[in-house]
């Protein structure tokens, strides 16, 4: 089964920009994989669906996240970070129907 | 108010069975697939199972095929997940969620499996 790969955490300041990435173990990560993004502000918690489909933005998701991909990854950007971004963030990846959720990433806004 | 509302979540013994329920509100689930994913804790999101409209079509993850079903009854609104032999690492709160685990659209809040002896 392929591994997805996310950094396990990343810092950033208040009001600062940064990339949170999502990797394949089978090689570059495509639209085909139909990358998502999940937001879960406390473990246990009902994680919120931020980008599907690599950059596409529900009615709910800030304006200052943003979905893309970047060197063989999906990304996700986050421009102007404020301290209630600070959540872990997964990505989950489809292959051929079938969905492997990345490992997260926890993001600090410090 | 669109949302999903688990339930059924408990203590129990390893071997033991338990059945989870998700009932939705605000739109009917036959218009959706429907999944159910886990937490374990202090672990991150693994998908579970997931069901097609009418039911025809069940997708496990390995680590529950043969022991965990779902199902669903659209006249209820309501989405099941039957879990027997429930094992130590089965404990995990328990998430519904609208669309197929491959574009998951809508979360509940989860609910919490104990399996301790």
């Known amino acids: ?110 | 108010q669109v949302q999903l509302v688990e339930s059924g979540g408990d203590l129990v013994k390893p071997g033991g069975s338990l059945r989870l329920s998700c009932a939705a509100s605000g739109f009917t689930i036959s218009d959706y697939y429907m999944t159910w994913v886990r937490q374990a804790p202090g672990k991150g999101l693994e998908w579970v199972a997931y069901i097609s409209k009418s039911g025809t079509t069940i997708f496990y993850a390995d680590s529950v095929r043969g022991r965990f079903t779902i199902s669903r009854d659209n006249a209820k609104d309501l989405v099941y997940l039957q879990m027997n032999s429930l094992r130590v690492d089965d404990a995990a709160v328990y998430f519904c969620a609208r669309g197929p685990a491959t574009a998951i659209y809508l979360w509940g809040r989860g609910t919490l499996v104990t399996v301790s002896s």
């Open chain 1, 1 to 110: 089964q392929a591994v997805v790969t996310q950094e396990p955490s990343l810092t950033v300041s208040p009001g600062g920009t940064v990339t949170l990435t999502c990797g394949s173990s089978t090689g570059p990560v495509t639209s085909g994989h139909f990358p998502y993004w999940f937001q879960q502000q406390k473990p246990g918690q009902a994680p919120r669906t931020l980008i599907y489909d690599t950059n596409k933005t529900h009615s709910w998701t800030p304006a200052r996240f943003s979905g893309s991909l970047l060197g063989g990854t999906a990304a996700l950007t986050l421009s102007g970070a404020r301290p209630e971004d600070e959540a872990d963030y997964y990505c989950l990846l489809s292959y051929f129907g079938t969905p492997v959720f990345g490992g997260g990433t926890k993001l600090t806004v410090l």
